[in-house]
């Protein structure tokens, strides 16, 4: 507003300097003329002024003191500026969940129902609403710690939003200075259209604590979730000043800082030399010209799980910290258990070091994120995966060997479909291990290794090397650690196999013969339960949660579905929708759903116990009235069809009660 | 008025209206492309080529239209600069063919943020169009004072 005053002025000094003017000059037309620049100049000043009035500017980024800010310093240009330029990258990048990450929460940024929403979880109250573009929720206290008749009923400010594509979820500013922020305890679902409580987005235990603590976002979310993060702290006051590059993850996450790309070619000379020419642009990292690692760390700057080095240097502008191009353990140590062997001790000696503490001192803690044997288990991780496999190792698989993240001009696919999961073209299927593996194109090479007709699921190079055993974002996904089926990492980890994630109603003792027989994969010792119950049963009604939340979601796989029959799942399915953890029911109900005849069940996996019982009553009497074909003992079927409720009771009483935490 | 003057009159009121025509059709096309939704012009990462054939056309129409005010000046100011119009007649129709031709050419094939090598075309263009111009208001502004 300020900058519009001074220029208002000097119209309006200009115009009535002319009406004395006007008497002292002679020329008709000259006096029109000064007249007709007096007036358009008084008419556009009040013009601008109007518009300024109905249409005030936004304040400057800086001038927001609740939440952290963006700020372009250190050679960060943002987004804004590479579109000028590069319009179909930017396109591709804009059409991506990658971008809206992190958004300033506003009504129109928000996929959740703002629309005066009231809401009751855990006890906790909380009405949602707009005021204008902003977002405000009321509610009882979430950090309060005293009697719970006495929560006290706060008001609060949502500033920031994380994700758009599965869910999303809010954060609130603080009273306190700074820019630190605390997250609603509430998770928008976005293809259920539905709040959930915050405690079911992660696969969490009953009442187990989550970090709700105001330093999460500006600590941890910043880092990946944000272009370029930084945070200072006060030492005198305390006070966090928290600033990104850009919000969300963008063009110079994966680029790093444009500026000097951006000076150097303002020379048009220097461009159309570069657009002729083969030379690489040497001013900006182009992550498809890197050599292969250095390629997919840049990926795995932010997919791995991962230490500093040196605590901090991931928020700071030292020169130390990790940018595109740079070699990226040289700033971290990622996460392997085999760093903790001893013959490692050698080759990076910290590594080793941290490994072997976290081995022996912090098992629960890096059970969190992977199974027993060192494979990642949490989603978000693939890099973490991708690095102990051997098609890595072989020095030229990179993470754009199947992933692009600006599709071609010419690309068939709508971005919508392939921003899902930022596949290249083709690359959903066996086309993208053909890469590699071209002995096996043609339908019979296929054949005879899968021992699959080459047409069916079970010849798909994913199903049985980049199985379903990870999870996160209340789904089920591929592992990015591609390895063969073992029923013996199986009963060593809990890790479901290939064979058995589709082959639901088979035994391990089934799978591992036949992995003997075609594959010739060592027989592991398998105990009487293994040898004669379905894996299945087995991991929905024994398993831990980890392994129930993955079974429950084979039981709504296409493929498992039609490989293993749906009809005796259904039991399994209902013990499930009363599984004590959140995240096991809803995707219990989701598959639930996925089968014929039970698509209409009523069922709120955050409903009351009634109505989950209810829920659990409806599914046992269409099961019962329901004609089906026995599918025999191994899933706990007696001769007639009906249940064997005894062993059904037993596998259930023999449950795996070690609580477990998947929080990505 | 003599047969050179007249000459030059026709030659730019052809080249006025078969030119206007053309950028008139091509802005039928331009509009034809909104309608089928043709990604080839309307995806987001066609920004650059939207922008050059919207020029092509805008610029085609503009210079059609020059070149018909010159012939019609032309035809009603006397007194005009023959020397000065001599110059001015085939800057105006130079301008008129490389102007929205550099547009087109640069539109057709793009490079990211930048046009194909047709773009190339424009600066001259852009200084026949100058001249062109200058030529004609120094020869109404002496045709004034005569």
Redesign the interface.
């Known amino acids: 507003m300020g900058s519009l005053l001074l220029p208002l002025a000097v119209a309006a000094a200009f115009a009535l300097a002319c009406v004395p003017l006007l008497d002292r000059i002679a020329s008709t037309r000259a006096r029109v003329a000064l007249a007709a620049a007096a007036i358009w100049l008084v008419a556009a000043a009040g013009l601008a002024y109007a518009s300024v009035r109905v249409y005030p500017p936004l304040p400057a980024e800086r001038a927001n003191t609740d939440r952290p800010v963006q700020d372009l310093r250190d050679g960060y240009v943002s987004s804004t500026t590479c579109r000028?330029?590069?319009?179909?990258?930017?396109?591709?990048w804009?059409?991506s969940y990658h971008r809206t990450m992190t958004q300033v929460a506003t009504a129109r940024t928000a996929v959740g129902d703002f629309d005066g929403v009231d809401l009751t979880f855990h006890g906790l109250r909380y009405h949602l609403e707009k005021r204008g573009d902003e977002l405000w929720v009321q509610m009882d206290d979430p950090t309060w710690t005293g009697p719970p008749e006495l929560v006290p009923w706060i008001e609060r400010k949502i500033v920031l939003s994380t994700g758009s594509h599965h869910d999303q979820d809010y954060w609130y500013a603080t009273p306190t200075p700074g820019r630190e922020l605390r997250l609603l305890p509430l998770n928008f679902r976005v293809q259920e259209k539905k709040w959930v409580p915050f405690s079911a987005a992660f696969l969490l235990a009953p009442h187990a604590e989550f970090d709700y603590s105001p330093s999460k976002w500006t600590q941890t979310c910043i880092k990946c979730h944000a272009t370029y993060g930084e945070q200072q702290v006060d030492e005198l006051s305390e006070q966090v000043d928290a600033r990104v590059a850009e919000f969300g993850i963008a063009c110079e996450a994966c680029h790093g800082p444009a500026d000097e790309h951006v000076r150097a070619n303002r020379d048009?000379r220097r461009?159309?030399q570069l657009?002729f020419g083969d030379a690489t642009d040497h001013t900006i990292t182009n992550p498809a010209k890197l050599e292969a690692a250095r390629t997919s760390e840049v990926c795995g700057q932010c997919h791995g799980q991962w230490s500093e080095r040196e605590a901090g240097t991931d928020l700071t502008d030292s020169p130390e910290r990790y940018r595109p191009g740079d070699v990226l353990e040289k700033q971290r140590i990622y996460q392997q258990f085999a760093a903790a062997d001893p013959s490692r001790a050698q080759l990076d000696p910290q590594k080793h070091e941290l490994m072997k503490y976290l081995l022996e001192n912090e098992r629960d803690y890096i059970l969190r994120s992977f199974w027993p044997d060192g494979q990642i288990r949490i989603s978000g991780r693939e890099y973490t995966g991708m690095i102990e496999s051997p098609c890595y190792r072989g020095g030229e698989f990179t993470c754009l060997s199947c992933h692009t993240m600006h599709p071609a001009?010419d690309d068939p696919r709508p971005l919508r479909e392939w921003a899902d999961d930022q596949l290249a073209p083709r690359m959903g299927g066996n086309d993208a291990c053909l890469q590699c593996h071209a002995a096996f194109a043609s339908q019979d090479a296929l054949a005879r290794h899968t021992h699959h007709a080459p047409e069916s699921t079970g010849s798909s190079c994913y199903n049985c090397h980049m199985p379903w055993t990870v999870y996160g974002i209340m789904k089920a996904h591929r592992s990015h650690q591609i390895d063969s089926p073992s029923v013996a990492a199986t009963v060593a980890t809990g890790r479901p196999n290939a064979c058995n994630a589709c082959h639901l109603d088979k035994t391990l003792a089934w799978a591992a013969d036949h992995l003997a027989s075609d594959f010739g994969i060592a027989r592991p010792e398998l105990g009487p339960d293994e040898s004669a119950i379905a894996a299945g049963a087995l991991w929905a009604l024994r398993g831990d949660a980890g392994q129930r939340i993955l079974t429950a979601a084979y039981m709504g796989w296409e493929p498992a579905i039609a490989t293993s029959h749906s009809d005796w799942m259904m039991p399994y399915l209902s013990e499930l929708l009363g599984d004590p953890y959140d995240a096991v029911r809803f995707v219990a109900g989701r598959s639930l759903h996925r089968h014929p005849g039970y698509g209409d069940v009523a069922f709120d996996y955050v409903g009351s116990d009634a109505q989950i019982q209810t829920a659990k009553a409806d599914v046992a009497r269409r099961w019962a009235g329901a004609q089906r074909p026995a599918r025999g003992a191994a899933v706990l079927q007696r001769g007639d069809g009906a249940l064997d409720a005894e062993v059904f009771a037993r596998l259930l009483a023999e449950r795996n009660q070690r609580r477990v935490q998947l929080d990505e | 008025m003599d047969p050179t003057t007249r000459a030059v009159i026709q030659r730019h009121v052809r080249f006025g209206w078969i030119s206007l025509l053309a950028f008139v059709l091509l802005g039928v096309f331009l509009e034809a492309m909104h309608g089928f939704k043709v990604g080839w012009y309307l995806d987001a990462g066609e920004e650059t080529r939207r922008l050059l054939l919207t020029l092509a056309h805008a610029h085609g129409v503009l210079l059609a239209l020059v070149n018909l005010a010159f012939a019609a000046t032309l035809a009603t100011v006397p007194g005009l600069d023959a020397r000065l119009m001599r110059i001015a007649s085939p800057c105006l129709v130079g301008a008129g063919i490389l102007l929205p031709a550099g547009f087109l050419l640069g539109g057709l094939v793009t490079y990211g943020g930048d046009p194909g090598l047709g773009v190339f075309l424009i600066p001259p263009a852009a200084l026949l169009l100058i001249a062109g111009v200058a030529a004609v208001a120094l020869a109404a502004l002496r045709a004034g004072r005569d």
Not at chain 1, 84 to 92: E, I, S
């Open positions: 000028g330029c590069h319009p179909q990258q930017y396109a591709t804009h059409a048009p461009r159309y657009h001009e």
